[in-house]
């Protein structure tokens, strides 16, 4: 969320209280519905490609009020329960493999690529004689000490890793000085109707699939997966509605278009979250930094290095590689595997992969109903590939 929610308000003129304020509201409602830690977290490709094109902030609500109308209308008409049906596990996984994949690839690019601050320059340190970027040192280390750390289940490992992050910028930066205090200005336009079409081309369109099926479908499968009886209000249905809610608040105010993510429940549960009392204080510190720092917006984003959210992405991105493999029938693991293979080849769009997936797998179905042919979905006896899962989940665990 912090890269995407600075680089709009750098480049596309959001309004920093807005966006964090409704993302923290957004946090407290999802908790208190649907009584685990629900994430909250930006619409990716939307947000990417209105960076890309430096979207006006009445385009970015208007993409986000048009968002907020189709999701209630599939909700409210139970159409979303029809799409449910017509997408089988297998292809579920396979977004949540894909999502894993790019976890891992953006941690990578946040460690290895980017600046020590993200939108600044790097910073070098000395080892052994040796220069070297300071936001490489710093990212293998905290991603190391997570892994240790959350062998010690009382310590909590992902709060300890961002001190640490937050520390090193200060030793390095005087982010601090010239902060100033209270709300960013709220100076809202509404859309105009050339504001939504060019929304409906250029954003809704590139993002709604994508939303349905990791949002929604993944996120639903995700939450019954980690916790069971306790996430029975977390259906497509009920989640679809959610994000309609929160897009509805960011079309209005301007503020941050948003989606319930399975990344982001993966993050949440391996990172030792089990009750929404986590994510309540995590949306209370988002609304206390949107009114208290709102002025001084990116300076208090500046203060965690690009290479510490990198250390915690590629944790949660294996965790979510795990969570895609999660399946017994090998025609089954060929198939999740296809359809991340598919994303990660036209450029990461889950989308595709997942209607690629769906393309195969109904194929498949219809050409075995159409010549009586017998399919054999049998679990197989724990193939070598799904072992040496299990052995790196004892490696990397979990809170």
């Not at 599939?74 to 996984?93: C, F, K, Q, W």
């Not at 300071?134 to 293998?140: K, N, P, S």
């Not at 992902?158 to 930066?173: C, N, R, T």
């Not at 060019?198 to 639903?220: C, F, R």
Request: net charge positive; proline share 7%; hydrophobic share 55%.
């Amino acid at each position: 969320m912090i890269p995407l929610e600075a680089a709009l308000i750098a480049i596309n003129g959001l309004n920093p209280t807005t966006t964090l304020f409704g993302v923290g509201i957004a946090y407290l409602l999802a908790g208190a519905y649907f009584r685990i830690p629900m994430p909250v977290q930006p619409l990716k490709a939307l947000a990417v490609i209105a960076i890309a094109h430096q979207s006006p902030p009445t385009v970015i609500a208007a993409a986000a009020l048009l968002m907020a109308g189709a999701l209630a209308a599939l909700s409210l008409t139970n159409a979303i329960r029809t799409i449910e049906r017509a997408v089988p596990v297998p292809v579920v996984r396979g977004v949540q493999l894909g999502l894993g994949f790019l976890l891992v690839k953006g941690a990578y690019q946040m460690i290895f690529q980017k600046p020590f601050f993200l939108g600044g320059e790097n910073v070098l340190a000395e080892v052994a004689g040796v220069s070297m970027p300071l936001g490489i040192i710093l990212g293998l280390g905290s991603a190391l000490l997570l892994v240790l750390v959350l062998r010690l289940r009382p310590v909590p490992a992902a709060v300890l890793v961002i001190v640490l992050g937050v520390l090193s910028g200060l030793m390095v930066s005087d982010a601090v000085s010239g902060w100033r205090f209270g709300p960013a200005p709220l100076a809202f336009e509404f859309p105009s109707p050339g504001d939504f079409l060019t929304a409906l081309v250029l954003l809704v369109i590139p993002q709604l699939p994508l939303t349905l099926a990791n949002s929604v479908m993944a996120t639903a499968d995700a939450a019954k997966t980690y916790f069971g009886e306790q996430a029975k209000r977390a259906t497509p249905s009920r989640i679809a509605f959610s994000v309609a809610v929160g897009n509805l608040w960011a079309g209005l105010t301007g503020g941050l278009p948003n989606c319930h993510g399975c990344g982001g429940l993966t993050a949440h549960y391996r990172l030792g979250a089990r009750t929404p009392l986590a994510t309540a204080v995590l949306g209370t510190v988002l609304i206390v930094i949107a009114i208290v720092f709102g002025r001084s917006a990116m300076e208090v984003r500046n203060l965690l290095p690009a290479a510490t959210l990198g250390a915690l992405l590629l944790y949660v991105g294996i965790q979510h590689v795990f969570l895609g493999l999660n399946v017994k029938a090998t025609p089954h693991l060929l198939l999740v595997v296809l359809i991340a293979a598919v994303s990660m080849a036209a450029g990461g769009n889950l989308a595709i992969g997942a209607a690629a997936g769906l393309v195969l797998y109904w194929g498949i179905r219809w050409t075995a109903a159409r010549y009586g042919l017998r399919l054999a979905d049998r679990p197989a006896e724990r193939p070598v590939f799904i072992r040496v899962v299990g052995a790196l989940e004892r490696i990397v665990p979990s809170a």
